[in-house]
């Protein structure tokens, strides 16, 4: 595996369901982010973490959980969303904050 | 308000024609990236563009990077449909978060 890979690439929950976002980056970066892509808006950063540790939560809301368990792996932990949560969520790293920044191919969330 | 304006926001051209899509802001970049996101897909990184008025070219496209660092351009020569996309810009004016324009989305009709 090379660059970065997120699972899965799609998921439909309810709004009760607990689940999670995996994004993992074989780049040997030490930053690594979520964004939320909706229709027709801006990416939106959520949550940066540099060496594991977190220097960004972009106000987002406590149904967003992230985790991030070293450099090389990122969670986003979800639970009760809403429908307007319904998105592509992109994970990126980058070798260190401020750098170019390369992105997994998303998962596409659906809340019903 | 948005700190980057990208425009056109959907451009449509037959196979062979130009195209130049511009990314704007009254802010200044240290840099700016250039994306290209197809459906489904994460965006991909083109290019970063650093000093102002900085030209770089790859293939078929050409980046311009502003004087004053506040505006950038992407010109595309004989497009082909593997250029479909959508082409976003990216810049971190002051800090590590990189702020997203909305994207033009750019159609290749063959």
């Known amino acids: 595996e090379t660059g970065v890979t997120q699972t899965p690439r799609h998921l439909v929950m309810g709004m009760t369901n607990k689940k999670s976002l995996k994004c993992e980056q074989h780049l040997g970066h030490n930053a690594m982010y979520w964004y939320k892509q909706s229709a027709k808006k801006p990416l939106e950063l959520m949550f940066v973490?540099?060496?594991?540790?977190?220097?960004e939560n972009n106000s987002v809301p406590s149904r967003f959980s992230p985790e991030c368990p070293n450099s090389s792996h990122l969670f986003l932990h979800l639970h009760t969303l809403q429908p307007e949560d319904s998105a592509l969520y992109l994970c990126?790293?980058?070798?260190?904050?401020?750098?170019?920044?390369?992105f997994g191919p998303g998962t596409r969330l659906t809340v019903l | 308000t948005q700190l980057l304006e990208q425009s056109p926001q959907f451009l449509s051209i037959q196979e062979g024609e130009n195209l130049t899509v511009y990314c704007n802001s009254s802010?200044?970049?240290?840099?700016l990236q250039w994306y290209r996101q197809e459906p489904g897909e994460g965006p991909v990184l083109l290019v970063t563009?650093?000093?102002?008025?900085e030209v770089k070219k790859l293939k078929r496209l050409t980046f311009q990077f502003g004087d004053a660092r506040k505006d950038s351009s992407l010109h595309i020569t004989a497009a082909q449909p593997g250029d479909t996309g959508l082409y976003l810009c990216?810049?971190?004016?002051?800090?590590?978060?990189?702020?997203f324009g909305a994207g033009t989305t750019v159609t290749v009709r063959a």
């Open positions: 973490y540099s060496l594991e540790e977190r220097v």
């Open positions: 990216a810049g971190d004016p002051n800090d590590y978060k990189l702020s």
């Open positions: 563009v650093v000093t102002g008025g």
């Open positions: 802010s200044v970049f240290s840099s």
């Open positions: 990126a790293s980058s070798q260190d904050l401020g750098n170019e920044q390369f």
